[in-house]
């Protein structure tokens, strides 16, 4: 299943689709105008890295991430990783699992479904 982009002549924007077989008739229609007068355009290609790639070039994090950091999902969680490990202490495997699904693009629960998890109380 490939993914065409094309360039809407009237609108002047870019779309992508996602076309169930390469045999298939096809009209692309702007999502943007609803214009059919598309120009088909030579699309990018992707490059993935590996983890420990993004790690390094990322490197440790600190006070001063800068505001990509934890957008990259194969960020979330490392610094927790990292604080148990230097404290010697064996991450709680719930802990290690919503991590890990939060890595792979699952949504955490609700913060009320967090709320048990909140002292009674108030610090000051």
């Not at 065409?4 to 169930?20: G, N, V």
């Not at 990783?81 to 949504?107: C, D, N, S, V, Y």
Request: proline share 8%; net charge positive.
């Amino acid at each position: 299943m490939p993914i065409y982009e094309f360039w809407c002549q009237d609108c002047h924007k870019k779309a992508s689709f996602l076309i169930k077989r390469v045999s298939a008739p096809f009209t692309p229609k702007c999502p943007t105008c609803g214009n059919t007068n598309m120009v088909r355009t030579v699309s990018r290609f992707a490059y993935h890295k590996s983890i420990k790639t993004v790690w390094e070039e990322s490197s440790e994090p600190t006070l001063t991430l800068s505001p990509d950091y934890y957008k990259d999902p194969r960020n979330i969680g490392r610094w927790a990783e990292k604080r148990f490990k230097e404290m010697g202490i064996e991450m709680p495997t719930f802990l290690q699992e919503k991590i890990q699904a939060a890595r792979e693009g699952e949504l955490p629960e609700s913060l009320k479904d967090l709320k048990s998890a909140i002292p009674d109380t108030a610090y000051h």
